[in-house]
């Protein structure tokens, strides 16, 4: 309907044409707009609030559609920022609204810009490669946990696929859509300023106390209120769902500048990068989190091995120094209390029940090899199959919840996942010759290392943003690998001979 013969050329222009190329001096623009401004303004007055949401949705939702279907890339940006702010502005809502569906609907989208390029350009050799072996080797094996006899609920596996097997589909979107360093750089700025603003926020909430709209969200579920106070303190999550997911995106955020530092940029982002450092070390403080605070000393014991001299010998020698004095000076602040029992697990209680909780289920599943299936602990457990024996175990660490759920042999393949993309990982860093990419490497290693240590304490990959964070990282792996092998190859044949 839209189409309109150009007699100059021959060519064809859509009505999307003349909108870009026009703008508001072709009449039919004039038109359009008027007919969208008059339907938007008969939906407000006949149904209000309702009436502006569905204007705001057909006016700005499905060019947002079109653009993150067609524009990738933009997609990608949309997801990272909106894995960040889902929960955020979700507080301003009360009740049970499924947010993650909005989640659910960027990812589907990417997958189907995804198979729609695919489709033209065919690069699967791109995924030639253990590590996406893996990745479908683990989705397929979830996908099939759903005629797993000993699940007690199919529901369960339905809203639980989503987060623990579907969302692994994003990293072939990242590997086959992220092809230049420039992107990488982008995406790596915009993770590193939403976890600026996450802290900052964080602080505030130290400061001020949790807003208003923040303690009515908090009410609504007494038992998150009880887990928040401890020590006389509560614990800050800042704009996430709660204070772990808030002190493991400071920590990834942390080693992820401690990597950058040692790269080849600029004094005064060297400068910055510290001051990053500084800021999401203290601010996951407000967490209460004792499983956070130790993923940056075990990162920087990796970033010694891997980049071995003198100065990152110097440096680590300095923190660790100081992490040592912060753990045993005596102290009275309840923050630095918490802190310090971080170090200390075979005297905090918590831990002791962990690890009588992890003693209880190891006959479980050692008996069950495919386990109790998908949602069989947890929220979805209770939601789904309240009476099941495995609904009432609660799964604090992630490696036993994949233990539980998907037996030892899911378990088995997740960790076999694990190790392939740090060895990979390693490789890379190794490999590679660009001293940029070389360093981004090392951050992405870092930070799936971060992550995989923070995963046995507390379930680290399964909520927003650190899963999409995570599988980003392992993208990047071998993404930073092949422009690599790119401009190795573009600088050979550039050589001239003599």
């Known amino acids: 309907m839209f189409n309109r013969g150009d007699t100059k050329g021959g060519n064809n222009k859509t009505f999307w044409d003349d909108v870009i190329e026009s703008k508001l001096y072709n009449p039919k623009v004039w038109l359009f707009l008027l007919s969208v401004s008059a339907m938007s303004a008969y939906l407000i007055s006949v149904s ?10 057909v006016t700005i939702g499905v060019p947002m559609v079109l653009a993150i279907v067609a524009y990738p890339k933009f997609g990608i940006i949309v997801l990272l920022v909106t894995a960040y702010l889902l929960f955020f502005f979700g507080k301003f809502s009360l009740g049970d609204h499924p947010i ?10 990417l997958i189907a810009g995804f198979f729609i390029k695919q489709k033209f350009t065919k690069k699967w050799d791109m995924f030639a490669n253990p590590i996406s072996y893996l990745v ?4 397929v094996y979830n996908m099939f946990e759903i005629i797993n006899p000993n699940a007690a609920s199919v529901l369960a596996w339905v809203y639980t696929v989503r987060t623990v097997a579907i969302i692994l589909l994003m990293y072939f979107v990242f590997v086959f859509q992220i092809t230049e360093v420039s992107f990488v750089k982008l995406l790596l700025k915009i993770w590193l300023g939403l976890s600026a603003f996450a802290a900052v926020w964080g602080y505030l909430q130290e400061i001020h106390g949790y807003f ?10 007494p038992a998150a209120m009880q887990l928040y106070f401890i020590m006389g303190h509560w614990r ?14 400071m920590a990834v955020s942390t080693v992820l500048c401690l990597a950058l530092l040692f790269g080849p940029v600029k004094l005064f982002k060297k400068v910055l990068l510290g001051l990053l450092v500084l800021l999401f070390m203290s601010a996951m403080l407000f967490s209460g989190t004792r499983g956070g605070f130790v993923l940056v000393p075990a990162c920087m014991l990796l970033l010694i091995i891997m980049y071995f001299n003198k100065k990152v010998i110097f440096f680590s020698t300095i923190a660790g120094f100081i992490l040592a004095l912060m753990i045993i000076a005596p102290t009275s602040n309840p923050l630095l209390k918490r802190f310090q029992s971080a170090f200390k697990p075979s005297e905090d209680a918590s831990y002791n029940v962990r690890a009588q909780n992890q003693a209880f289920i190891k006959p479980y599943i050692q008996s069950h090899p495919f386990g109790g299936g998908l949602g069989s602990v947890g929220v979805w457990a209770a ?3 309240p009476d099941s024996p495995l609904a009432k175990f609660p799964p604090d660490s992630g490696y036993v919840r994949v233990a539980v759920e998907l037996g030892y042999v899911g378990l088995l393949l997740f960790c076999t996942l694990i190790f392939t993309a740090l060895y990979t990982g390693i490789n890379n860093f190794f490999i590679i010759r660009d001293p940029e ?6 951050g992405m290693v870092m930070v799936v290392f971060a992550f995989n240590i923070g995963n046995f304490p507390q379930q680290a990959i399964v909520q927003f ?8 990282s392992i993208a990047l792996i071998n993404v930073l690998k092949r422009i690599d092998d790119r401009k190795q190859l573009d600088q050979a044949i550039n050589i001239k001979p003599i």
């Open 48 to 57: 209000g609030l309702r009436g502006f949401i569905l204007a705001a949705g």
């Open 100 to 109: 993650g569906l909005i989640m659910d609907a960027l990812e589907y989208l």
């Open 136 to 139: 479908m080797a683990w989705i």
């Open 212 to 221: 208003n709209f923040e303690w009515a969200w908090l009410r609504t579920d």
């Open 236 to 249: 800050k999550f800042s704009i996430f769902s709660d204070p772990v997911t808030f002190a493991y995106n």
């Open 383 to 385: 939601r789904f199959s």
């Open 437 to 442: 990419l070389r360093n981004y490497c090392l």
């Open 465 to 472: 943003p650190s899963n999409i964070l995570f599988y980003l």
